[in-house]
């Protein structure tokens, strides 16, 4: 079995937030091991251990974790401790000791920290190329208000993600002709100038490929179905 091995992001505040990699959990198969995803097919078992030892890495009780129904829509939500499967792809809190987790596995997950002095707030997102268009991104930074900070986690890169025209062409539109390269479009940039122009006063890029990196995270892209998920989890201390 692996050491846990998290991707922190050391932003100014209470928080504790990281995103995940597929080394230190307890699943086998496709799913080895880390996987976060229920939905997945893995055994229900394993990918709770999984949740509770992410939890435990960022001092936070799984018995108050919250997870949305991811559907790829611009929706954020207020989290309730303990709630799962509300719909939604944003989940956002200023309660102490309540994690939050936004899963992926190509999609970008993103953190949004509040800097600007005022109540605490962090939020996560799961921001795919429909929920990039939809507006995921600005929903999110709308929930948490004031000077937010943004972080782009592990997501597929340009370097492995060809479209078509029918998605290259809103992307063009709307990020700029630069975010294609070829087939190839730039996911990363666009989370990154959806981020800066919803009013975000930083934004840090880990520029992670999923799919170039299979000793460390998951990836549709690369290997189908089955196959599992990484995630980011935030908490207030």
């Not at 937030?17 to 880390?34: H, M, N, Y």
């Not at 989290?79 to 970008?108: I, S």
């Not at 709308?142 to 479209?163: D, H, M, N």
Request: proline share 5%; charged share 20%.
């Amino acid at each position: 079995m692996s050491q846990l091995e998290l991707l922190e992001w050391p932003v100014e505040g209470p928080y504790r937030i990281a995103f995940s990699t597929r080394r230190g959990g307890v699943s086998e198969g496709p799913f080895t091991s880390l996987n976060l995803g229920r939905a997945s097919g893995d055994d229900p078992a394993c990918v709770d251990e999984n949740r509770r030892r992410l939890c435990a890495a960022v001092s936070a009780g799984p018995e108050r974790l919250a997870l949305n129904f991811q559907r790829h829509s611009s929706i954020v939500n207020r989290a309730r401790a303990g709630a799962r499967g509300t719909p939604g792809d944003g989940l956002w809190t200023d309660e102490p000791g309540v994690a939050v987790l936004a899963l992926g596995a190509d999609c970008a997950v993103i953190a949004l920290a509040r800097t600007n002095g005022d109540r605490p707030a962090v939020c996560v997102l799961h921001a795919g190329r429909i929920g990039l268009l939809a507006g995921v991104v600005e929903a999110g930074v709308r929930a948490l208000g004031g000077r937010i900070t943004g972080a782009i986690g592990p997501a597929i890169g340009p370097c492995c993600y060809e479209v078509g025209e029918e998605v290259a062409a809103p992307f063009r539109a709307r990020f700029g002709s630069d975010v294609m390269s070829g087939r190839a479009l730039d996911v990363w940039t666009c989370a990154d100038r959806a981020l800066r122009e919803a009013g975000c006063s930083s934004v840090e890029r880990l520029d992670l490929c999923t799919a170039c990196n299979p000793e460390l995270f998951f990836s549709y892209r690369r290997d189908g179905k089955p196959g599992g998920g990484q995630g980011v989890v935030a908490v207030l201390g």
